[in-house]
Structure formats: structure tokens, C-alpha cells
């Protein structure tokens, strides 16, 4: 017969003994209640001796209002507890009304477990109270007491005063009390929305209705997004912007091109849809291309499967994708490497820099908008409908989840990338997909808000708009540091004291190019002397000359910032003479290196081995057999006081281009006008870089 309400004026708790102290803790909570409302608080302690348990249980389920469940793995596997508290308490809730609520002490398969998991837990199932603070645990006991208090509200209070007395349950939503009205609250696994059913007691029952406006909006949101990206890339598919079908592919690619900016789409997207604008029909990729501040970038665009609702790859499995690709494609050739990324396409980022770490020194900044970091409350609803592995690693964040193990790995790694973030400021669908503390999290950088919402925030709709003007910012801010080399003398005069057909007085001399001086008289007639490469004269580095008329007569030239600032000359390579000190000296930087050859002294092929610049990173090393190497510029450095570059061998094998942390040999080649103009050479054995050693001099410099 079914137990009339005013007859159930009991809040039972069930609980393993392993839990005890956490009944105790509760009690002390409820005591209060007890006074007030002159209810019984039972649990299985009130069994005195010589009685008979069962018959004491049977009462008081039969007495229950309230049942509190404090659900650990020992609660889960007391077979005692299964068998003869559950059932009875799972039909009260069914036929009566009566309200279960479910507290998480510890880890456990509690939303794994369908008889339970449908109530809606008192705090979120990801965060049970072992791993919260005291303060926060002792608040989640606090609301235990303000449910059952308004569950236990009379029910001649109006509707209104019920609402205004009613607190959150839980973290996701309120406890609204109707007039004659009992609670049965629901949980769906996985969810943190959670759906409450209010049965009138004057209406027929029906058991079967459970799913509320709350899980059903929910539905509608998720639904709603699912069918806009589908019909949105079904149109923007046929755009112009849409290319040779959804593959990770090169949108801008050139030979002179030194950086690169690498494109990562969020969950759902692609390629195409992710960055264009539905309204002006913008694609951020092409706007970048009529933007000469980022000329010299090429643009890549990754794209990746990511379906609604059937199995795909892992945000793991994404990174060694990334990988693949960025290899094949040879995108890590390049000096420079940037990244704007959108939603989980910053997770995927993130997740291929841990794992592949020494890609890390050739990344400029890092730019992420609405990344989840800490998860989404969303995806935990999207999971319990998708076999996609990716939406259930965006789930909000726990101590033992997938996106905590990742953030330690990121600190742990003390990865100091520029790392910039952008969050969205309106909703989609009536939801706000990334919360800021989420899509802020592991930035060192500014935080930037954005007047869109989750799907729009990378979609400018020009170069005036928001995010546009966000990263190119970024770009700005970051820009490498122009390359100065080194200054040196670029033209002079002196006094020529002596007799000659061309006169006494000032003669002017400048550098015409990389390999010529010119030397003007006072009749106004001039010679060219060819630069044949640098020297030292008395402790001094600078240019050393070869008249053209005379070969026989050689010049020095003293660089900036010698002792002796004097133009020397001498006679078939007698003792050097000053003609003259040199004044009205001006300075301009010398160019770039772009030839010259050593005398190489090791096996094999020993001789004379010419290096050339054929590009803007590649240095090669010709073989006196014409054999060929290539050499990969990777940073700039100082070797003995000299500015430089600093190489590698260049390789094209299965495992692509050798990098920083790879290699075991490197080569310095100093700036022109360097003191030393030496080729340097260094070994790494074991983990250990030997010191600099001098591989050859370097001769014709041009």
C-alpha cells in the first residue's frame, strides 16, 4: 500500500563502514534540522542491541522522505547495501516520491552504475569530496542540509517562498519546489546537467517521464550546433575558398618563404568552414595573403577528422598526426614556426609539443582562441550521444582527467612559448562553450576578449575585426629582431704626399660592392682594387686588396674599431707601409656571406671545398669530387666574441629534417667582417657539446 507523504518524515543514510567518518561529519550538519523540523535522521547505528535489523531497516526505508547515499567504491561493492538497503529505496523514489540523494565520497564507477547514476548527484561525480579542500567539502555538506531542508519545506509555503529558500544543488542546477508537489531528481551518466521531475500528487503518476526542460534545452543546443556546422559546411564546401578537397595542404607556399603560420581547426571543424565568415565570405587564410606584414610566411592549414557522433582519432593520436604531416610536408624547414588555433586544435598543439619536444625551439609564438583547457561543460553532455573519443577528453576538468595530466606535463616541461589567448563573450546556442578560466588557462600572455561566440570567434570578417587585429598583434609583438651585421668601413679619404702622374692630395676611396673599392685621384681619374679577403696587420682585422692595374701591389684596409686606422700598402708581399691616415671615414653593414672556400684537411676528400648560400636557410659544401652537402641554418650565435649562424646537415630521409636536439655536429660560419673569418666546427658525444674548434680558414669571401 503506498505510504502516504506526512507519514515519511525521515532522512535515511545509507553508507559503507569504511565511510563512517564521513556519516559522522554529515550528522553533525543535520543536527539542526532535526531540531527545527522534528525529523529522524537514521542510519544503520540507531540499531540497538537484541533488535532485529531487518525489521529496524524495513521501518525506517518505509519512513523516508530523504535518502542520502555517500557513494564510494566500498559503498558500491557492499553487497549488504545492494541487496537490502538499494531496492527498497530505488521503489520509494519510483512509486512515492521519495528523493535520493547521492553525495561522492571518493572515486568510484558511480556514473558507470545505471540504478544510481540516474539521480542527480548533491556535487559534480568528477568532484568527490577526497579531493576537494576542507572549506569545499564542509560547503558541499552545507548544501546536503539546505536540499533536505527544502525538501522538508510544508507544503502550504507558496511557490515563490519555496524558490527564494531553495540553494544549488549540487553545481548545475536549483531545487524549485512546486505547491503539493514531490521531488524526484534524475542523473544521466556522464552529464553534468542533471533532470528533475515534479510529480503533482493530484495528477496520475507517470514513472516514465524524466527527462526535463533542463537535459532537453541541452539536447537542443548540441543538436542545433551539430545541424549549423553541417549545413554551414555544405555551403562554405562549395566556396571558392574551398580547394582540393579537406586535406592538410600548403594555402601559401614559397621558396624565399622563412616562416610559417600553421592553421589548427577545433572539434567538429575543418579546413574551410573553421575560418571562413558565413557573411562576407572572408577566409582568415586569404586574408593573411593581402597582408604584406605577413609576407615572407607561408600558411598551412591542418585539418583532421573530428565527426559528430561516430569514433575517430584521440587528441593523442592528433599529435602524431600532426606530426606526420608536418614532417611530409616539410614544415618544420622552415626558421620560424607559429600556430593559430581554435577550440581543441590548442589541445592537439599542446599535446604534439609535449611529445615531440624538440620542435619547440623553432616555434615563435603560440595563439589559442576558446581553447578548452580545463574542459567544457558542453562536451560532457555531447559525450553520452558521440563514439567520439575527442568530446569525452574535453570534459571539465578533474584531478585524475586527461586535460590535468596534460597541464602538469606543460609545467612540468617549463615550456616558456609566447602563448597568447582569446576567449568568447557570447553564447552559442544559449550556452557558453569555453568558460574565460578555461580558455585562459596556460597563458603567459594577454588575455583577449572577443564579442563572438564559440563558432564566430574565428571568423573575421576582415583585417579590421577583432581576432585579425588580435594576432596580428601577436605577429607584431614578436617579430624577430631585424639582423644587424656587422658595420665596417665603407668609404674614406687620405693624403697622398707623394710624387705621382695622377697628383698629390686627397684620394677618396669607397666600396662599390661586395668584391670592389674604388680608388678616385685628383685629376679625377680612379682604379678598381678587388677585395680578395680579410687579414690581420698588426693585430688589426680587416679587408685585404689586390690592385687591378698593379697585381702585384695588395692594400689593408683596417675595420671599425681597429687601433690604427691607416691605409697600408706593400709590394709583392714585402713589409706593410702607411700611405696615409684615413679620414671622413663612414660606416655602413657589410652584406651577407654568400661565398666562399676553405682548405679542408681531413679525410675523406681532402682540398678545397667551396661553401655557397643558395637560399635564405641552406648553406652547401662542395667536394673537390663535386660531391655535394647540405647545411641548415637553425639560430644565431656568438662563437669567440664573432655573430654568426650556426648549422646543421640537412637531410631528407623516412625521418625528415635533423633539428636542434637531433643533431651531433655543428657548423659556425661568422658574419662578414668578423675578426676571425674561420670556419668552426663542434661534436656532441653523449649528451655533452665539445667546445668550438677551427675547421679552415675562409678565403674568396664574396
Known sequence: MKTQEHERRTVFISYSHQDKNWLERLRIHLRPLEREYEIEIWDDTKIGPGSTWQDEIKTA?????????????????????????????????????????????SPSRYVKTRSLSQFQSVNDPSKPLLSLSKAEQETVLVKVTECIETLLTPQSSTRTERANSTEQVGEQQKLEPLAKGKYLTKFRPDTAEHEQLHEDKK????????????VCGSLLILVGILFSISLFRQRINNSPNHGNGHTPRYFRQKEANTGVIIFV?????????????????????????????????????????????????SIDELADNIRAFLI????????????????????????????????????????????????????????????NPQLQKLVTMTSDSYLADQQRAWFAAKIDIPSYCAYEKRLTYGHLVVEQQSASNLCNRELNPVDENHV??????????????????????????????????????????????????????????????????????????????????????????????????????PSKGSSIMRLRIRFKKEKWVELGEMEGIEYKALDPIRQFWIDYPYEPEPGKRVWSLINNSIWTEGYPSGKEARFKIIRRQSVEGNKGVVLVAHTEDSSGLQNTNEASFEIFIPDNGSQYMMVWFRHKQASTWGDWKKLGEMKSIR
Open 265 to 313: 581547426h577545433g572539434i567538429l571543424g575543418d579546413s574551410i568552414s573553421t575560418w571562413t565568415n558565413s557573411k562576407t565570405n572572408s577566409y582568415w587564410p586569404r586574408l593573411l595573403t593581402e597582408d604584406t606584414a605577413f609576407d615572407g610566411y607561408d600558411l598551412y592549414i591542418f585539418e583532421y577528422p573530428s565527426p559528430a557522433f561516430s569514433t575517430s582519432y
Open 328 to 387: 611530409q610536408d616539410k614544415v618544420f624547414e622552415h626558421q620560424e614556426v607559429i600556430f593559430l588555433m581554435h577550440s581543441m586544435g590548442g589541445l592537439i598543439t599542446r599535446a604534439f609539443l609535449l611529445k615531440y619536444r624538440e620542435f619547440i625551439p623553432k616555434v615563435r609564438f603560440l595563439f589559442f582562441f576558446a581553447t578548452p583547457t580545463t574542459g567544457s561543460e558542453l562536451a560532457r553532455i555531447a559525450s553520452v550521444f558521440s563514439d
Open 203 to 214: 495528477r496520475p503518476q507517470r514513472p516514465k517521464l524524466r527527462v526535463t526542460f533542463v
Open 61 to 105: 526505508l518505509d519512513n523516508a522522505k530523504v535518502a542520502v547515499l555517500l557513494i564510494s567504491a566500498d559503498f558500491l561493492g557492499s553487497d549488504f547495501i545492494a541487496t537490502n538497503e538499494l531496492p527498497p529505496l530505488l521503489n520509494a523514489a519510483e512509486q512515492d516520491g521519495a528523493t535520493i540523494l547521492p553525495v561522492i565520497i
Open 456 to 557: 564566430d570567434i574565428v571568423k573575421p570578417a576582415g583585417p579590421r575585426d577583432v581576432p585579425y587585429i588580435l594576432f596580428k598583434n601577436a605577429f607584431s609583438a614578436n617579430s624577430p629582431q631585424p639582423v644587424t651585421y656587422n658595420e665596417d668601413v665603407a668609404s674614406f679619404y687620405y693624403n697622398y704626399e707623394y710624387d705621382d702622374p695622377n697628383g698629390k692630395g686627397r684620394r677618396q676611396w669607397w666600396r662599390k660592392d661586395r668584391d670592389t673599392w674604388i680608388e678616385r685621384y685628383p685629376n679625377g681619374k680612379q682604379s678598381a682594387i678587388h677585395i680578395i679577403g680579410r687579414t690581420t696587420v698588426d693585430g688589426d682585422s680587416g679587408f685585404l686588396l689586390q690592385s687591378v692595374q698593379s697585381p702585384e701591389y695588395h692594400y689593408f684596409i
